[in-house]
Every structure is written in structure tokens, then in C-alpha cells.
């Protein structure tokens, strides 16, 4: 009975080894893979700026131009409004894009980033009509991953506010409690 109580026990101390080195390499592919994925959005939200949204600012640049002429030509009203429209819908875009990038690939976490990050998105909701009360644990200071991860729950908090519940203010909280980090 005492070599089977021995060998039980020798059985279990592999098996908790082998969890620990499996959930140890399950962590280090959890972070490779993070990693990686955020290399690639840096790379898609550096094309983007670099390439796209430089065209299409450079377009609304040109449409000035082009509205002139069709102002100077009485005979081209419906031209004029369309060059105006055209004009209203690639400025409408471009600072989409520019949304799109900071979502993609938002800016720099570290320290007092999160809350300067986090206010920044209560005032581009302003720009849909819902005012934002921002209340957060002051000074306070987060793993980059869980910055992250914090910055993704409000953003993607706020944007269900402002497409589905027809609000005109809300209140986001980011607060430490122990070693937890509460976002309401």
C-alpha cells in the first residue's frame, strides 16, 4: 500500500509538471501571437496613413479647384453640386480612416496614455452627439497588455453607445480594485 501511495504520488508530481509546462508554453504562444498581431496592425494602420488617407487628402485638396471652375460656368450647376458632394463625402472619409487608424492601432499606452486615450475617445463621441463623463483610478498604471485590452473594452463600449442605444450622455469608469482592473 505504501508503494502504491508512492507511486500515486510520483504520477501526480509528472502530471503537474507536464500542466506547468503546458500552460507555460500556452502563455508564451498567447503572447507570440499577440505580438504578432500587433505588428500587423501597425503595419495596416501605417499603409493606411501613408497611402490611402494621403490620396484621398490630397483629393480634397484638389476639389477646391474644381468647384471654382464649375462656379465660374452658369451652365454647370448639377456639376457643382456633385463636385461639392463629392468634396463633403471624401472629407467625411478621410477622418473616418483616420478613426479607423487610431482603432486599429491605438496610441501609446503606457503610463498616463490609457487616460489621455480613453478621453480622447469621450471626445470623438461629442462628435456623435453623446457626451462622456470619464472617471478613472488616478495615476493609474497598467501592463501594457492590460492597457490594452481596457482601451479595447471602452472603445468598443462606446461605439455600441453611440450606434444602438440612441444615448445623449455616459459615463465610463476604469478603475484598480485589489489586482483587478474594473471597466464599466
Known sequence: LLL????HLLMGASLAQR????LAERSRWMRHALLASDLERRRVAQDLHDGVIQDLASVCYAM???DAHFADNPATPALRQTSQR??????RDVAALRSMITDIYPPDLKGPGLAESI?????SMGEHGVQVRVEMTPHLSLPVDSARLAY???REGMRNTAKHAQATAA?????RVSERIIVS
Open 64 to 66: 477646391p479647384t474644381l
Open 152 to 154: 479595447r473594452v471602452v
Open 119 to 123: 478621453e480622447d475617445l469621450a471626445r
Open 19 to 22: 500542466v506547468e509546462r503546458g
Open 86 to 91: 463629392v468634396s463633403e463625402i471624401l472629407r
Open 4 to 7: 502504491f501511495q508512492i507511486a
Open 171 to 175: 459615463m465610463v469608469e476604469v478603475r
